[in-house]
């Protein structure tokens, strides 16, 4: 499980912080990300997000495929955002500055070049982040530190449950599928794509009717000890706060107050070097 | 908010992790990024119209979270929450279906495959576009085209595919009043 969450055990100061903190960290941190289209802030988010890095002994190499991944989604996604409205720069900033002399729908503005590189300056400021948070919290703290932020306690235990059970189904799906497809399902490109849909249903029917069973079966044992019960309850991977754990809390808030600042002072979410 | 069964708590966790096992690893890519051919939506289909509207909200909201964050791409919350939307609305359309005790007939059919297809269209061509622009400020037509196209593929594969659950779920369950005394 720890591998396909892509969790790395080391001793860090990051993965020292508790769970908590850092979902409260990663919430603050996407909420400053997001509220603010400033592109000093983001320049700042991304560059603090990268240094963060070292600071949680995550190399490169740790990452490497994820990062191949995002930046094949960054790239079609800010190409599509060109096709499809090579003009929203001038829309969002008021002006329309022509480039090398052309014009023309596809022509290129500095306004939209402007709002691309805020975009993609978005991305950076979000993901590395994120890429920190999954690689250095630990996936069963994950559910604990749910209930302390205020999430009800059966709702978190529905989490620690997805995390406990996905490997199990995942095997149980690999399972069926391969006594299917010895059965002859074909799943390949080789088939058409309707087909391939009924063929994957054939699989899905005994992995959810079992699952299903495994739904009565936990239901039953967690009745049979009471669970629900009592207003409260406790958690074996739960952890108190250090000093550090409020240290970073207060600095991600801080980033969020600035996010929220630049937004009233700037009078739009768009930090405009045009006007 | 009412207090869950324990039997819904359970169906959440276990809902979750077939969506994310269904949404991580059989998903096959469209030509539109962020938009998979994704079965896992005729799961949580089949899932909300058992266990009700706030089961599949849950659901949907667990497992996608969780599919983003493996992906380590960032967690895109404009679709995380469309995800809950569409769990919840095939929650409130299917209620008064009782697929758990085994009747699925043609009505039954119908009113899962038009309730399902609304419920994509709200959560994706309105729910996740709109929530798109105010949260990231991403350009109007980009993100319909993005929304439409999920909301298609969406539509199809949980046709096919959630009324094949159902039907298979609900004939696995003996009927009401199907034994009959012998003489």
Known sequence: MNNLFNYIEKKSPIHDLTGATKLVCLFLWSLAAMTSYDTRLLAVLAVLGIALFPVGKIGVKDVSFMLWFTLVFLVLNTILVYLFSPHHGTEVYGTCTYLFGMSGHFAPTAEQLFFQLNYILKYFATIPFVLLFVCTTNPSEFAASLNKIGVSYSVSYSVALALRYIPDIQKQYHEISQASQARGIELSKKASLIHRLKSASAILVPLILSSMDRIEIISNAMELRCFGKNKKRTWYMARPFKALDYISIAVCALLLVISITLTVVNGSRFYNPFK | ?183
């Open chain 2, 1 to 183: 908010m009412k207090k869950l069964s324990v039997k819904t708590i359970v169906a959440i966790g276990i809902g979750a992790a077939l969506f994310f096992v269904l949404g991580r690893f059989v998903a096959i890519p469209s030509p539109v990024p962020n938009t998979n051919i994704s079965i896992q939506y005729g799961l949580l289909a089949f899932i909300a119209a058992v266990f009700g509207p706030i089961a599949g909200a849950l659901a949907g909201l667990i497992g996608h979270f969780f599919i983003d964050f493996s992906y380590g791409w960032g967690v895109w919350w404009s679709w995380v929450i469309a995800s809950a939307v569409f769990g919840c609305l095939v929650g409130i359309v299917t209620l008064k279906l009782k697929l758990d005790e085994g009747e699925f007939g043609t009505k039954g059919i119908i009113t899962f495959n038009i309730g399902q297809a609304i419920s994509h269209v709200i959560a994706w061509v309105v729910v996740a576009p709109v929530l798109d622009i105010l949260m990231y400020k991403e350009p109007a037509n980009k993100v319909f085209v993005q929304g439409i196209t999920g909301a298609i593929i969406n539509i199809i594969t949980t046709a096919i595919i959630g009324t094949i659950i159902c039907i298979a779920y609900s004939k696995a369950i003996p009927k009401k009043g199907s034994l009959k005394e012998e003489n």
